[in-house]
């Protein structure tokens, strides 16, 4: 029952940092399309900073429950499964979220960027970028259900 739990923890913080994947770049977008409204600009400023430091703080707590679902067998053996005994799927699972991390990093350095005043792509290129993380979190959600290897 306690791995349940865990996991489902870790699925509700995940869910909430991909919402935050995912809509980070349509703030980024709106930006680029706001010109030189400065009250528009100011306020999806304001909403990016926000969803920016709400997606760290999700991240990390689905870190913590990740971590313990993958290594907590260690620490509480009874407790807990060793969910990937050697096999090797949550290696490339685990390269995948670490790429979803970095784009979610390079995503809030533009937002900072833009703060400054540095200008952003087209919103035609933000709006390609933002498909990459739907491609990424495919991949993570097959390598889950699927543990091809």
């Not at 699925?11 to 528009?40: C, D, H, K, Q, S």
Request: glycine fraction near 8%; proline fraction near 4%.
């Amino acid at each position: 029952m306690t791995y349940l739990w865990i996991k489902s923890f870790h699925l509700l913080f995940v869910i909430a940092w991909m919402a935050t994947v995912f809509y980070l770049p349509r703030i980024l977008v709106n930006l680029a399309e706001a010109g030189g409204e400065a009250a528009v600009r100011a306020r999806l400023l304001l909403m990016g900073r926000r969803l920016y430091k709400f997606g760290h703080n999700m991240f990390g707590m689905a870190f913590l429950f990740g971590l313990v679902l993958w290594q907590g067998w260690r620490v509480f053996p009874s407790r807990l499964p060793n969910v990937t005994a050697g096999m090797h799927w949550i290696d490339a699972k685990l390269t995948l979220v670490a790429v979803l991390l970095a784009y979610f990093v390079v995503v809030g350095r533009m937002l900072k960027r833009c703060e400054k005043g540095v200008a952003l792509p087209s919103a035609k290129a933000l709006r390609w970028l933002n498909e990459l993380p739907v491609l990424l979190l495919l991949g993570v959600i097959f390598l889950v259900l699927a543990k091809p290897f």
